[in-house]
């Protein structure tokens, strides 16, 4: 069974802070690899996407992957109450198609004004 | 521009009747599928459907359940003879590209939350 591993959380962090997300998955060929957000009872919203070891910065946020580790993570730069959601790790495995994603359970983030 | 749009939102049905649910895809988007979440679990793919066609159906339960999205209007998921462990989040995404295009991104639906009594 191959596995996508996120802490339920709830993480909480003050307004301001760096939110750290982490995720592990079990399937080494994996090539793939997104984050997405989803307020209570809204639909995921794709917010990152990352392919290549190493970091990828979109604005207040950054993907982190390591594929000898097996792990990404999502850093949010100065925290926002709006940031407060579920964020949804999800991965391609390997010989799997675009559209095949194996999702994490989510960690709720909260951010605290 | 609408986006994925799912409805019901919120559905109630009692052991042994029929669940049907609806996905409208964004406008100009001809690729379709479909996703489950069940409590306390993460989202996972059911079927990838195109217009008339199933293209995927690997993770579909193989009873009950079935699938289409028909020439015209909207694609349905349908759960015949629900039982209560069919209760959960259904979503669906659609895409503009074919899936194993280097741009293809999924554009999510609000869900469908079934909940059978």
């Known amino acids: 069974q191959k596995e996508v591993e996120q802490n339920s959380g709830p993480l909480s962090v003050p307004e301001g802070a760096i939110a750290s997300l982490n995720c592990t998955y079990s399937?080494?060929?994996?090539?793939?690899f997104f984050w997405y957000r989803q307020y209570s009872g809204k639909s995921p919203e794709l917010i990152m996407s990352i392919y290549s070891n190493g970091d990828k910065e979109d604005g207040r946020f950054t993907a982190q992957l390591n594929k000898a580790s097996q792990y990404v993570s999502l850093l949010i730069r100065d925290s926002q109450p709006s940031d407060s959601a579920t964020y949804l790790c999800a991965v391609i495995n390997s010989g799997g198609s675009n559209y095949k994603l194996t999702f994490g359970k989510g960690t709720l983030l909260t951010v605290n004004p | 521009n609408a986006g994925v749009m799912q409805n019901p939102r919120h559905l109630v049905r009692r052991r042994g009747q029929e669940a049907r649910l609806r996905c409208s895809p964004m406008k100009g988007h001809s690729h379709v599928y479909w996703y489950r979440q069940l409590p306390e679990e993460g989202l996972k793919f059911m079927v990838y459907?195109?217009?008339?066609?199933?293209?995927?159906e690997s993770g579909m339960p193989k009873e009950r359940f079935s699938a289409e999205f028909p020439k015209e209007g909207p694609s349905i998921l349908r759960i015949q003879q629900v039982v209560r462990g069919d209760s959960a989040a259904y979503f669906c995404?659609?895409?503009?590209?074919?899936?194993?295009?280097?741009?293809?991104?999924?554009?999510f639906g609000a869900g469908s939350r079934l909940t059978v009594l």
């Open positions: 399937d080494r060929g994996s090539q793939s």
């Open positions: 995404a659609s895409s503009r590209d074919t899936p194993d295009s280097g741009a293809n991104v999924l554009t």
């Open positions: 459907l195109q217009k008339e066609n199933i293209i995927d």
